[in-house]
């Protein structure tokens, strides 16, 4: 089982069990219990079109072995294409580029700011530079992830925000390239949240030996805050197309996610790590995804050693089938293998094939030129 994995960004504040004297360590929660009743369920085991996974994790993609390697993954449940995540900045996205230039056609890279320096004079114009560097060397895009609000810092003490003039120049180079930012601002609802029963996350299995990740009275910015300048952001930048990670963080209120998509034209949205909320209302979310059916991309949020049966199929079944009551693709596990975001299961919205294209590769091509070519050898061979 997947144990709990904790990665940190350069610059990130440690909020430990000795900055949260109240916290208390309890037990693990137990594995989810078999479902007992037995309920119809559709044979399937790979997406019915080629899928282009917007947000994927490609950390361990090293080597051509490992390109390899997760392509034969991708072959199997029927991802046409990839966006790695972490093409990175610089020396490191030069050699993602050399390792990967062999599987472009499968596998693309989006750069990565670096913030070091961000506080320094004429970063501003550097990171842009680079940025510019990256597009030309064969970027598909920009990622930029949730340290962006939570982490980063003004000398000041202020946390750095979207809206932050210092970022204009390297939205405004996104424009000029025609490049998507694929942006995860904010974080899980419940992460601000105070720890405790009532908090669904931590009934779950979030925060049992650690208030890591928990952002309750430690100073962090509030939701509100970081949702602002977002806005902001959208707002100063309508030339520049903003894909917005996990439904724009907020996925707990969908009415939140149609106004940012009604009143900014330049917004969408991908549902990557949030199949297991968007899961336990199928009605609803099935009714959204038919209204905004042109801004929604798919996206995983996975990585190469994610399986196919416990991960990918039941995003396949969410979006393809109406099967009722399946576990979700749980992001994270506990050691005992209870889904830590989310302890119930989920219901299929059994989307029309025409949406269903949308989501799955026809959004995501208008953002993916260098795509395109893949997914149509993908579908002609699927007739």
Known sequence: MLRHVLILAAG??????????????????????????????????????????????????????????????????GIALICNMDGGFGAEFDQNIKVGDAFKDRILQ??????????????????????????????????????LGLTYKNKDGSYIQADDPRFDPVWEMCAKYNKPVMIHLS?????????????????????????????????????DVIEKARENMHAKHPNTRFVNAHMAMLYYDMDKVAALLDKYPNADVELSATVQDLGRAPRMIREF??????????????????????FWVPHW???????????????????????????????GIGLPDDVLRKVYYANALRYLPAARATVEKQLAAQR
């Not at 950390?59 to 072959?75: E, N, Q």
């Open 187 to 223: 974080d899980s609802y419940g992460r601000f949240l105070p720890i405790g029963p009532e908090n669904e996350r931590y009934e779950a299995g979030l925060w049992r030996s650690s208030p890591e990740g928990n952002y309750y009275k430690t100073g962090h910015p509030t939701p």
């Open 289 to 310: 995804f038919l209204k905004y059916q042109d801004r929604i991309l798919f996206g995983s949020d996975g990585n190469p050693s994610r399986g196919i049966d416990e």
């Open 12 to 77: 990130a504040t440690l909020v430990s069990a000795q900055t949260r004297p109240e916290f208390k360590p309890a037990p693990e929660v137990p594995a989810m219990p078999k479902a007992l009743m037995k309920f119809p369920r559709t044979d399937i085991t790979r997406a019915k079109f080629p899928a282009v996974d917007f947000h994927l994790h490609g950390r361990s993609l090293k080597t051509a072995a490992d390109y390899r390697k997760m392509i034969a993954l991708m072959d199997q449940t």
């Open 110 to 147: 989006f750069a990565r700011l670096n913030y070091s320096g961000i506080n320094d004079p004429g970063w501003s114009e550097k990171a842009a530079a680079e940025l510019e560097r990256c597009f030309r060397n064969g970027a598909q895009g920009l990622k930029i992830a949730k340290e």
């Open 317 to 347: 079944r969410f979006l393809e089938t109406f099967d009722e009551h399946f576990d979700h693709p749980a992001q994270l596990r506990s050691a005992t293998g209870a889904p830590l975001h989310g302890r119930w299961r989920i219901y």
